[in-house]
C-alpha cells in the first residue's frame, strides 16, 4: 500500500532499511496500533513511514467516571489534531457514599428550611389576611412550586454548564448569569400574574363568588412575591454554583437542596408579609394594587432585551413557557386540596407539615433529574444520541436496581426518606407546630405518604428526563417544572387523604384538629 504521508498522521523515520512496527504482531482479536507504508524519498531510497493510530480504551475510561457509568460511549478519533477547544472538565468520579455524604447536609439544610416555612404557615394561617381572603392559601403551592421550578431549573442549567465547561471564561460566566436571571424574572413575573388569576378562579368555583378588590390584592401580592424571591434565590444559587465547582464538589448534589432550604422559607415569608401589608390597605389606598402590579409589569421589556441577549436563554425564553405553566396549573390544584382542607377545623394542623413534605420530595426528584440530565449533555444534544433514547416504559427494577449510577443515586436518596422526615418531624414536635400530637400510626401514616410520594417522583423522573431527551427537549428546562408541580400534588393529596383517613378512624391521640 502506498500513500502520501499526512502530517498530523505520520512519523517520518531515518534510515534506508524498514524498520520493524513494534506492534506489528498483535495477537488475535487486537486491532494493530500501528501500521506501515514506504514511498521514496529524495534520494529514491525507500523511506518507510508508520502510522500511528492512537486510540484510548473510551470505554474503559468511561467505566472509571461513575457519573457515566450507566451509558459508555466509544471516542475513538482517528484525528488526533490539536486544533481543538478545549474538552470539558471530567466529571467527578463518584461512589454511593460520596453520592450520600455530599447529599446527606444540603438534604438536612432542605429539610430544616422546610420546616421553619411550614412553621411560618403554621402561625400565618392564623391571620386576618388569611381567614378573610382565602384564596392566598391557594397561592402557596403555587408560588413554592413557582419558585421550586424556576430556582431548581436555573440550578440545573447552571449545573449543567459548569459540568460541561460552559462557564470556565469570565465572558462565558456572565452571559451565563445576565442571561438566566433576566430570564427567570421574565418567568417569575408572568407565572406568577397567572397563578393570582388561577387562585381567583379555584376560589371563585367553589363558593360562586368574586370580589375585585381581593383579586387585585391576590395578583399584586402575587407578582410581588414571585419577582423579589426569584431574584433574591437566582444571586444565590449562582454563588453555590460558582463555589461547588471551585471546591470540587458536583453542584447537582448541592445547588438544587439549597434552592429549597431558601426558597420555601423566604417566599413564604415574602407572600406573607406583602399579602398582609397590603391587605391593611385595602379599605384606604385601592388603587396601590394595579400600581403594584402596573410597575413589576413594566420592567418586562427590560429583562426580555437582556434574555434575547445570550444564546443559552433565548430559545427557553420563546419555547420554555408551557411547562412553568401547566405547572403552575397542577400546583394550583395542590393548593385547593390545601385550601380546603385547612379551612376545616379537624385538619388545621396540616399546614406546618405540607411545605415539608413536598419540598423533600421536591429535592429528592430534582437532584437525580438533573445528574441524569447533566449525563446526557456530556454525549450530545437533545434528540441526537440514539443509544440513549429513552426507555419508553422503564421497570422499577431498572430505575431502582440497576448497577449504573444514576440508579444507585435513587437508591441513596430513596433510602433518605424515613431518616430525614423523623428528624423534621420531631424538629417540629419540640417546636411545638402544627397543632399535632406525633403518634406511632400518625407517624406510620405520614411515612406511607412521604414514601410513596418520593417513590412516584423517582421513577417519573427516570422515565421522563429520557423522554424528553429523545423527543429533542433540554430535561433542565422541561422536566423540572412538571417533577416539582407533581411533587406539590402528590405530596399534598397523600398527606390530606392520611389526615382524613385518620379522622375516620378516629385516632383521637393524634388530635389532628386543634
Request: proline share 7%.
Amino acid at each position: 500500500m502506498s500513500s502520501k504521508p499526512e502530517p498530523k498522521d505520520v512519523h517520518q523515520l531515518n534510515g534506508t532499511g524498514p524498520t520493524p512496527s513494534p506492534c506489528s504482531s498483535d495477537g488475535p482479536g487486537r486491532e494493530p496500533l500501528a501500521g506501515t507504508s514506504e514511498f521514496l524519498g529524495p534520494d529514491g531510497a525507500g523511506v518507510e513511514v508508520v502510522v500511528i493510530e492512537s486510540r484510548a480504551n473510551a470505554k474503559g475510561i468511561r467505566e472509571e467516571d461513575a457519573l457515566l457509568e450507566n451509558g459508555s460511549q466509544s471516542n475513538e478519533s482517528d484525528d488526533v489534531s490539536t486544533d481543538r477547544g478545549p474538552a470539558p472538565p471530567s466529571p467527578l468520579k463518584e461512589t454511593s457514599f460520596s453520592i450520600g455524604l455530599q447529599v446527606l447536609f444540603p438534604f438536612l439544610l432542605a429539610g430544616f428550611g422546610t420546616v421553619a416555612a411550614g412553621m411560618v404557615l403554621d402561625i400565618v394561617q392564623h391571620w386576618e389576611v388569611f381567614q378573610k381572603v382565602t384564596e392566598v392559601f391557594i397561592l402557596v403551592p403555587a408560588l413554592l412550586g413557582l419558585k421550586g421550578n424556576l430556582e431548581m431549573t436555573l440550578a440545573s442549567r447552571l449545573s449543567t454548564a459548569a459540568n460541561i465547561g460552559q462557564m470556565d471564561t469570565p465572558k462565558e460566566l456572565w452571559r451565563m448569569i445576565t442571561g438566566n436571571m433576566a430570564l427567570i424574572q421574565v418567568q417569575a413575573t408572568v407565572v406568577g400574574f397567572l397563578a393570582s388569576i388561577a387562585a381567583v378562579v379555584f376560589g371563585w368555583i367553589p363558593d360562586g363568588h368574586f370580589s375585585i378588590p381581593h383579586a387585585f390584592l391576590l395578583c399584586a401580592s402575587s407578582v410581588a412575591t414571585a419577582f423579589i424571591a426569584s431574584l433574591v434565590l437566582g444571586m444565590i444559587m449562582i454563588g453555590v454554583i460558582i463555589g461547588s465547582r471551585k471546591i470540587g464538589i458536583n453542584p447537582d448534589n448541592v445547588a438544587t437542596p439549597i434552592a429549597a432550604s431558601l426558597g420555601d422559607l423566604i417566599t413564604l415569608a415574602l407572600l406573607s408579609g406583602i399579602s398582609w401589608g397590603l391587605y391593611l390597605e385595602l379599605n384606604h389606598w385601592r388603587y396601590i394594587y394595579p400600581l403594584v402590579c402596573a410597575f413589576f409589569v413594566a420592567l418586562l421589556p427590560v429583562w426580555v432585551v437582556l434574555a434575547r441577549r445570550s444564546p443559552a436563554t433565548r430559545e427557553v425564553l420563546y419555547s420554555g413557557w408551557e411547562p412553568v405553566i401547566i405547572a403552575m396549573a397542577i400546583s394550583s390544584v395542590g393548593g385547593l386540596i390545601l385550601d380546603k382542607t385547612v379551612s376545616d377545623p379537624n385538619f388545621a394542623g396540616m399546614a406546618v407539615f405540607t411545605p415539608v413534605i413536598n419540598g423533600v420530595g421536591w429535592y429528592l426528584v430534582v437532584v437525580p433529574a438533573s445528574r441524569i440530565s447533566t449525563f446526557l449533555h456530556m454525549n450530545g444534544m437533545p434528540g441526537e444520541n440514539s443509544e440513549q433514547a429513552p426507555r419508553r416504559c422503564p421497570s422499577p427494577c431498572t430505575t431502582f436496581f440497576s448497577p449504573d449510577v444514576n440508579s444507585r443515586s435513587a437508591r441513596v436518596l430513596f433510602l433518605l426518606v424515613v431518616p430525614g422526615h423523623l428528624v423534621f418531624l420531631y424538629t417540629i414536635s419540640c417546636m411545638q407546630g402544627g397543632h399535632t400530637t406525633l403518634t406511632l400510626i400518625f407517624i406510620i401514616f405520614y411515612m406511607t405518604a412521604a414514601l410513596l410520594q418520593v417513590l412516584i417522583l423517582l421513577y417519573i423522573a427516570d422515565w421522563m428526563v429520557h423522554w424528553m431527551w429523545g423527543r429533542g427537549l433540554d430535561p433542565d428546562n422541561f422536566s423540572i417544572p412538571y417533577l416539582t408541580a407533581l411533587g406539590d400534588l402528590l405530596g399534598t393529596g397523600l398527606l390530606a387523604l392520611s389526615f382524613h383517613v385518620l379522622w375516620l378512624i378516629g385516632d383521637r391521640d393524634t388530635d389532628v384538629g386543634d
